[in-house]
């Protein structure tokens, strides 16, 4: 099954809903980021096994050889993921 590797500065509720939107599509989902999740997103977080939250503030680079690393997964930023780039859409 595939992985998902997410990266971006930060993390929040509407993040957390798209993923688990799409946790079905994915055996683990990574996300790096440099700042740590917050709040009601750190407890919804907390609920979810399969999400791993990476800590870096080079998010990217890190990102990148995380999807290197692993065999079948997809890349994506998390400001245009999910509900966040519906958000941000101009029209």
């Known amino acids: 099954m595939k992985s ?6 930060g993390i ?3 993040d957390v809903r798209s ?10 989902i990574y996300v790096f980021v440099s700042k740590a999740p917050q ?3 750190k407890e919804m977080l907390d609920e979810m096994d399969f999400v791993e939250i990476i800590e870096t503030l ?3 680079k890190e990102a990148k ?5 692993l065999t079948d997964s997809e890349i994506k930023d998390l ?3 999910g509900d966040r ?3 941000r859409d101009p029209c």
């Open 4 to 9: 998902l590797v997410l990266y971006g500065f």
């Open 12 to 14: 929040g509720v509407i």
């Open 19 to 28: 993923i688990n939107k799409i946790k079905d599509k994915y055996e683990k």
């Open 39 to 41: 709040g009601k997103a």
């Open 58 to 60: 080079n998010f990217y």
């Open 65 to 69: 050889r995380k999807n290197k690393e």
């Open 79 to 81: 400001g245009d993921f």
């Open 85 to 87: 780039a519906m958000m």
